[in-house]
């Protein structure tokens, strides 16, 4: 399996604009999460899905975060508008199983910068 | 918020030595996971140890969990400059939805 997938890898874009991280899960996981990661906040839950559904997304900042997952082997991530503070490394992980029963499988992230 | 606070936040040892890590978290937990994280890269799961267990080992890494203490430790013995990473603690509490949360880190350096 390749593992998680995320792209793009790196983004720079400005700040208004919308954005769109995508991420392919580990074929027959059940679970997938996004997490933000940065020097101030550390490594922060925004949104868990299970079975496509969304469980726990009180972690998304605010109105310009949105998440989807349309099928089990996609999910995108959207922010817009954009603003320097979102500048951070996105990671997508997927599981087999619920949050918390067993290990997640971390993508490679996408390096977020909005000038 | 950060469930688990890792002490130190950084390390740096001589490689062969042993370098152990501190995480300590404020409620029930159902299990705790370390994850190591190299430059650059996603997190990769390293060991999970359940509430009821004490002492878990696999490989060069030793885990203990005191849940009276709400506190578990990572031990890993004869390092090698390879284990250069940070490494982070991950709570899943207790409950029906096992919220998993990460805790800030130690930044391990080994030196060769």
């Known amino acids: 399996d390749a593992g998680v997938i995320q792209s793009p890898r790196h983004e720079v874009t400005e700040m208004g604009q919308e954005v769109t991280l995508r991420c392919k899960p580990i074929?027959?996981?059940?679970?997938l999460f996004w997490y933000r990661q940065t020097m101030m906040r550390g490594l922060e839950l925004l949104i868990y899905?299970?079975?496509?559904?969304?469980?726990?997304d009180s972690g998304m900042p605010e109105d310009r975060f949105s998440a989807k997952m349309p099928n089990a082997s996609f999910s995108t991530l959207k922010i817009q508008p954009s603003e320097p503070r979102d500048s951070a490394v996105y990671f997508c992980?997927?599981?087999?199983?619920?949050?918390?029963?067993?290990?997640?499988?971390f993508g490679p992230g996408t390096r977020l910068t909005v000038l | 918020s950060q469930q688990g606070e890792e002490d130190p936040q950084a390390l740096s040892i001589q490689e062969g030595e042993n370098a152990t890590m501190n995480c300590s978290y404020k409620?029930?937990?159902?299990?705790l996971q370390w994850y190591r994280q190299n430059s650059g890269r996603g997190l990769v799961h390293l060991i999970l140890?359940?509430?009821?267990?004490r002492e878990k080992h696999s490989g060069r890494l030793r885990v203990t969990l005191d849940t009276s203490k709400k506190s578990s430790s990572l031990l890993i013995t004869a390092s090698r400059a390879a284990d250069t990473a940070s490494y982070f603690c991950?709570?899943?509490?207790?409950?029906?939805?096992?919220?998993?949360?990460f805790g800030t880190g130690t930044k391990l350096q080994v030196i060769p």
């Open positions: 140890i359940r509430s009821n267990e």
């Open positions: 991950a709570t899943a509490s207790a409950g029906g939805y096992q919220k998993v949360t």
């Open positions: 074929s027959g996981h059940n679970s």
């Open positions: 899905f299970n079975n496509n559904v969304p469980i726990d």
């Open positions: 992980a997927s599981s087999l199983g619920p949050a918390g029963v067993g290990e997640q499988f």
């Open positions: 409620t029930s937990i159902n299990n």
